[in-house]
Structure formats: C-alpha cells, structure tokens
C-alpha cells in the first residue's frame, strides 16, 4: 500500500497528500434503453432543496451531523460557507440515491481527497471521480459539468446505486465496479474504512 492510500486509510489529513487522485477508472458499458433513460432521468439538475423534518428530533438529529461533519472535515475546506454547502448537497444526494452519508463521504476521501477540481490520470473528475463518458450516456454531454459541486455528487451517487443494483445490493463488489477494479479488496476496503471516520450517528 502506498504512503498516501495509507494515509487515507488511517485518517490523516489530506492537506500534504499528492495532488493525483487516487482513482481508477470506471468502465463504459452498453447500457439497455430503458436503464440509459432512468439515468438520465436521476441526473437530470435540479438544485437540492432544503431539508425538511417531520419531527424536530429528526432535524436536531440532521443538525448534530452536520455540526460533527462540519468539524471533522475543517482541516480539507476551511471556508465554513464552502463546506456546509457541500456537506448539505452530499446529505441530500446520498439520500436521494438510497446511499449511506458516511459511505459516500468515505469514497470522496479515497477518491479526492475533498479536492472539487481532481483529475486522475484515467480523467475521471470531480469530488467523485466520474469518467467523462457518463456526462454523455446519460448528461448533456459537457464533460465540464462535472466540475460543479452537485452534479458531481449527483452523477456518482446515481452510478454508485446503479452498480449496486447490478451487483444485487454487494456494496463490495459494488464499490469495486465503481472504481474499475472489481474483484480486488484493496479499494472497498479504503472506502470502508474511510467510511468509519464520518459515522457520526447510526444510519448516517
């Protein structure tokens, strides 16, 4: 294991990690008509709205995360406008896509490192490492799209639930689908243990 994928795993801050993004690269697939257009339709941007509770130990609950969130990722965003936004848009799309938070926050730490603008060598960009062709199978086909906050977040929790769906609920082989490298443990592993650093409450 490298001394960065190590760091990652232990929870190191990400500030001295390389600036290459610690990803693979996800496969393109013939996609049947019917799954392209429920993509397509998953991804299609609208701005999340604000949450809403139907009790208020839920939306203390929500705010108690998002406070502890918010401090154990102070060290990768410093800007606290910068990083409540993007708390709120990865509590909101990891939801919508029926994702554990804690998960998908996991996977942007190993994929990179919190980093908005990373490109692997592969090309995948964005917070969550999404391979251009995605932006046309089921986007608009700007690649450049990537690079904004939620339809980033939106593009890889879709993917992520697609494959999960194809994998019949093995997050394991499902995460290694996501990364390119289906079969290996060493990137599921990463995300799980990732995962652990931003269980704040259970279910999240």
């Known amino acids: 294991m490298t001394l960065a994928r190590r760091a990652l795993l232990l929870g190191a801050p990400a500030l001295w990690l390389p600036s290459r993004a610690l990803a ?56 606290h406008h910068t990083r409540v936004e993007f708390l709120e848009a990865l509590w909101y799309e990891s ?53 904004h906050l ?9 993917i992520l639930r697609h494959y999960l769906q194809r994998e019949r609920g093995d997050m394991f082989l499902a995460l290694g689908r996501y990364n390119g490298s289906r079969g290996r443990a060493e990137y599921p592993n990463l995300v799980f243990g990732a995962r652990r650093q931003w269980q704040v409450t259970p279910g999240t």
């Open 150 to 158: 939620q339809t980033n977040l939106r593009f890889g929790c879709t």
């Open 95 to 147: 939801r919508r896509a029926g994702l554990e938070t804690s998960l998908v926050l996991g996977l942007v730490q190993v994929e990179s490192g919190f980093r908005k603008y990373a490109i692997s060598s592969a090309g995948a960009r964005g917070y969550m490492q999404v391979m251009p062709f995605w932006a046309r199978v089921i986007g608009d086909g700007d690649p450049r799209r990537l690079f």
């Open 24 to 79: 693979g690269a996800q496969v393109e697939e013939p996609l049947a008509d019917a799954v392209r257009t429920a993509l397509a339709a998953s991804v299609a941007d609208a701005a999340p709205p604000k949450p809403r509770f139907d009790t208020v130990e839920t939306r203390l609950a929500y705010l108690r995360w998002l406070g502890a969130a918010s401090e154990k990722l102070k060290r990768r965003k410093a800007e």
